[in-house]
Structure formats: structure tokens, C-alpha cells
């Protein structure tokens, strides 16, 4: 059973307007919320957090916002770049996350120019 | 300041043989982790280590094995290589709660 969903496998968006990814969590045990970025042939690389004492979490271009009683949080872009053309993973952890992250499926997101 | 260093890159082993995934990291970070990444899904827990000398299962433990004899190492073994394992494996590493900091993967095909 998928603890965290991302059910948007892929996302085509045009250049300079907002990217929107989403993703929803069942484990009421998650406080903490990732997203990474991942190229081709790359490791992911860490994005941007949440911790679920906050709503919302901003850094330039990319804010995450969670949403706790719908057990869903959100990444948006603005504006978005040809460079953000990647896979977004979202991630969460329970309890300082010593035990791991779990992933969801990711999206593939496709800035068109 | 290499970050988490992964070999080999790539690599093809034949079913029943066996090998040995090296990962070292030099940010003194005492949490490390194996993921693999099979095409289409999440990356899924292995093993991790909270510090040398622990270890302890994850998600999909079977057919693999680790050892942390030191803070900077974490190398994953695969004893009887299946068609099976065939994956994308990642290994990772951080502080405590916060960012992880991925390698740049190892690509594995069993035949």
C-alpha cells in the first residue's frame, strides 16, 4: 500500500507560467516533507521542505504547502523554467526521519517553451 | 567536497553471481541509506545505518546485505544476483532530519 501518492505521472506546463505538482500521504505519522529533483542518469537533489508544524514554505521560485487535515501538500513554481524539466519526487519521514524517507512515483514535469 | 560517491556507474552481472556496491561519503553525516529505483516507481528503502556498527532492514532487505564499519562507508552487497534486482540503486546520506544527499546511482542489470 503506497503511503505517499503522487498520481500524476507526468505534467506539461509553458514556459514562465506556474507549475503545480501534487501529492497526497496516508501515514498520519509523517512530519516532515521533501521535495527532490531528479535529472537523467542523476541522483535526486533536495528541493525545498515542510515540516508539518508549518502551512507553507517558500524559497525563490518554489513554495510547498501542506495541507494536514487533507493529508496533501502541493509544490509550486512560478515562473517556470525550460531547466525545471525534470522528475519531482515527493518524500516524507515520521518521527526525524533516522529511518529512511518514503517516496512517491514521481512526476514528470515538461516546461515547454 | 565530493558529497556521496557511488562505483561502479554501471554494471552487468550474470544470475547467481554476486557483488559489491561501494558508497562513501565525506560530510561526516553518521545516516546513510540504500534505495533502489525500479522504472516507473518511488525509490524504496533497503537498508540504513544511523551510525558505524548499526545497521538495520528496510523495505525490500531480501538478497541484499550491508555492513558500517566506518562513518564514511556503506557498501551494499548482493550475494546470488536475480533477474530480479535489476534496478537503479542509490545511496544517500544526512544529519538527522533534514536533507538527504543522494549519489549519482549505480545501474544494475542481472542477465
Known amino acids: 500500500d503506497q503511503q505517499v501518492k503522487q498520481n500524476s505521472p507526468s505534467l506539461s506546463v509553458q514556459e514562465g507560467r506556474i507549475s503545480i505538482l501534487n501529492c497526497d500521504y496516508t501515514?498520519?505519522?509523517?512530519?516532515?516533507f521533501l521535495w527532490y529533483k531528479k535529472y537523467p542518469a542523476e541522483g535526486p537533489t533536495f528541493l525545498i521542505s515542510?515540516?508539518?508544524?508549518?502551512d507553507k514554505n517558500e524559497d525563490g521560485r518554489f513554495t510547498v504547502f501542506l495541507n494536514k487535515s487533507a493529508k496533501h501538500l502541493s509544490l509550486h513554481i512560478v515562473p517556470s523554467q525550460p531547466g525545471d524539466s525534470a522528475v519531482y519526487f515527493c518524500?516524507?519521514?515520521?518521527?526525524?526521519?533516522?529511518?529512511?524517507?518514503?517516496f512517491g512515483k514521481g512526476t514528470h514535469l515538461i516546461i515547454q517553451p | 567536497n565530493a558529497g556521496v560517491t557511488q562505483t561502479p556507474k554501471f554494471r552487468i552481472l550474470k544470475i547467481g553471481q554476486s557483488m559489491t556496491l561501494q558508497c562513501a561519503q565525506d560530510?561526516?553525516?553518521?545516516?546513510m541509506y540504500w534505495y533502489r529505483q525500479d522504472p516507473g516507481m518511488g525509490l524504496k528503502l533497503i537498508y540504513y545505518?544511523?551510525?558505524?556498527?548499526?545497521?538495520d532492514k528496510g523495505e525490500v532487505p531480501n538478497g541484499y546485505n550491508v555492513s558500517r564499519s566506518t562513518t564514511e562507508d556503506f557498501p551494499l552487497r548482493l550475494e546470488l544476483a536475480a533477474p530480479s534486482q535489476t534496478s537503479v540503486y542509490f545511496c544517500?546520506?544526512?544529519?538527522?532530519?533534514?536533507?538527504?544527499?543522494f549519489g549519482q546511482g549505480t545501474r544494475l542489470t542481472v542477465v
Open positions: 544517500a546520506s544526512t544529519l538527522l532530519e533534514g536533507e538527504a544527499f
Open positions: 501515514n498520519s505519522m509523517f512530519d516532515y
Open positions: 515542510i515540516s508539518s508544524i508549518k
Open positions: 518524500a516524507a519521514s515520521d518521527g526525524g526521519g533516522a529511518d529512511g524517507l518514503t
Open positions: 560530510m561526516n553525516h553518521n545516516y
Open positions: 545505518s544511523v551510525g558505524a556498527g548499526i545497521t
